[in-house]
């Protein structure tokens, strides 16, 4: 079982409306958890952090945690052009113990005009 | 201006050389990271440092290498016994463990 995984995408959302992205992750002791944009040919960027269960919001966009069902997601709403891009989550898998941040596969959005 | 830089943006080797990345930050971050990214795949752990002379190994650490010397510095280099290594290398830093990470711009490597 992988560490982490992601709704494997491509998803493809009007302009104006909600992307919904799925993240779960194996090790009940993960402890923090991070969403990051990755445009085509560029390296990953921080886009929002969580660390308790429930929603955090930061503008256009939200992140979702439960931790009983291991399980954290990502809303994009009144999704934008600039919008399109491949979104990372990311999961510390061994809590406090150690630090090893380990990342989906990515799910790849795309908003069309 | 604080942030993580990583030279080169491109690199070429020829196959049976061994290649050094740079990664320095500036950002006085106690862990860095080296992640190493391929065509339509995620990101995969190479070797990562919580702290000055030391590092451990991530889940590809094979045909690779990396120091600590300094706290704003961790190189990476690529060895012949790394099987194939042509990829987008990134390496990332942040304050501690357990908190969010932040990239550089990458590194990326073609064996011709």
New interface residues.
């Given amino acids: 079982q992988k560490e982490?995984e992601q709704n494997s995408g491509p998803l493809s959302v009007p302009e104006g409306a909600i992307a919904s992205l799925n993240c779960t992750y194996s090790d009940r002791g993960s402890?923090?958890f991070?969403w990051y944009r990755q445009y085509s040919g560029?390296?990953?960027?921080?886009i929002m952090?969580i660390y308790s269960n429930g929603d955090k919001e930061d503008g256009r966009f939200t992140a979702q945690l439960n931790k009983a069902s291991q399980y954290v997601s990502l809303l994009i709403r009144d999704s934008q052009p600039s919008d399109s891009a491949t979104y990372?989550c990311?999961v510390?898998p061994l809590?406090?113990r150690?630090?090893?941040?380990?990342?989906?596969?990515?799910t790849t959005v795309t908003v069309r005009a | 201006d604080g942030g993580i830089t990583q030279s080169p943006k491109y690199l070429f080797r020829k196959e049976g050389q061994n290649v050094t990345l740079s990664c320095e930050q500036n950002l006085n971050h106690d862990a860095m990271y080296w992640y190493r990214q391929d065509p339509g795949q995620g990101l995969r752990l190479i070797y990562y440092s919580q702290i000055v002379n030391d590092f451990q190994k991530g889940d590809i650490a094979e045909g690779y290498s990396v120091s600590r010397e300094k706290k704003e510095s961790f190189p990476l280099t690529v060895t012949s016994a790394q099987k194939n290594p042509t990829a987008f290398y990134l390496c990332a830093s942040s304050i501690t463990r357990n908190t969010e990470a932040f990239f550089g711009q990458g590194t990326r490597l073609t064996v011709v």
């Avoid at chain 1, 150690?98 to 990515?106: C, E, M, P, V």
Wanted: no cysteine.
């Fill in positions: 982490v402890q923090s991070f560029k390296s990953p960027e921080l952090s990372l990311a510390n809590g406090y150690d630090y090893k941040l380990s990342f989906g596969a990515g």
